[in-house]
T-cell receptor
Framework: GEQVEQLPSILRVQEGSSASINCTYE??????FPWYKQEPGENPKLIID?????ERKQTQGLIVLLDKKAKRFSLHITDTQPGDSAMYFC?????????FGSGTKLTVEP | GGIITQTPKFLIGQEGQKLTLKCQQN?????MYWYRQDSGKGLRLIYY???????QKGDLSEGYDASREKKSSFSLTVTSAQKNEMAVFLC????????????FGSGTRLTVL
């Protein structure tokens, strides 16, 4: 299996600033690390992912970093907007299934 | 594009009752999943299935049964509802296993009186 720890559970930032969410995992065999965003009343949707052969990936204001040695990965949202307010879940996969973190509730205040 | 349909959207049960949740997908995906979402605990895997008639237990399988009757459908049964239980059950599908994008349904919200 796998255990994924996610922090912080609640995050409030000012519009235009950056937000960072951190996750750690236990199983060194895990090789795929996606991030899902869940808006209120909606289902979770994939926003970005990174595989174990990469250390950094960036797309549309999102940056993910992976430190395999420390078994740690993180999501950084640059220039946050009110539309970024949502629950964010990190996850790790060791071939068969995704194991999710407990989620971060991000609120971007105007 | 495809869609995952979960029924019912809301389910109210009595303590001890057997309850069935249904999920249909038209992505033609091989793998389907049932996750339970509790406030503050993220998504926890109950069962998954990599093909028709296949079943694999997740970390939270105790108290549940599942059935993959055909490729497009995956049902979950709560064998004995627990009093005051409240959770959202999310069905998902992916083309393969593990390192593939999961597509989620809208969820079934369970309340046990």
């Amino acid at each position: 299996g796998e255990q994924v720890e996610q922090l912080p559970s609640i995050l409030r930032v000012q519009e235009g600033s950056s937000a960072s969410i951190n996750c750690t995992y236990e199983n060194s065999a895990s090789n795929y690390f996606p991030w899902y965003k869940q808006e209120p009343g909606e289902n979770p949707k994939l926003i970005i992912d990174i595989r174990s052969n990469m250390e950094r990936k960036q797309t549309q204001g999102l940056i993910v970093l992976l430190d395999k040695k420390a078994k740690r990965f993180s999501l950084h949202i640059t220039d946050t907007q009110p539309g970024d307010s949502a629950m964010y879940f990190c996850a790790a996969s060791n071939y068969n299934v995704l194991y999710f973190g407990s989620g971060t509730k991000l609120t971007v205040e105007p | 594009g495809g869609i995952i349909t979960q029924t019912p959207k809301f389910l109210i049960g009595q303590e001890g009752q057997k309850l069935t949740l249904k999920c249909q997908q038209n992505f033609n995906h091989d793998t389907m999943y049932w996750y339970r979402q509790d406030s503050g605990k993220g998504l926890r895997l109950i069962y998954y299935s990599i093909t028709e008639n296949d079943l694999q237990k997740g970390d939270l399988s105790e108290g549940y049964d599942a059935s993959r009757e055909k490729k497009s459908s995956f049902s979950l049964t709560v064998t004995s509802a627990q009093k005051n239980e409240m959770a959202v059950f999310l069905c998902a599908s992916s083309m393969g296993q593990g390192s593939e994008t999961l597509y989620f349904g809208s969820g079934t919200r369970l309340t046990v009186l």
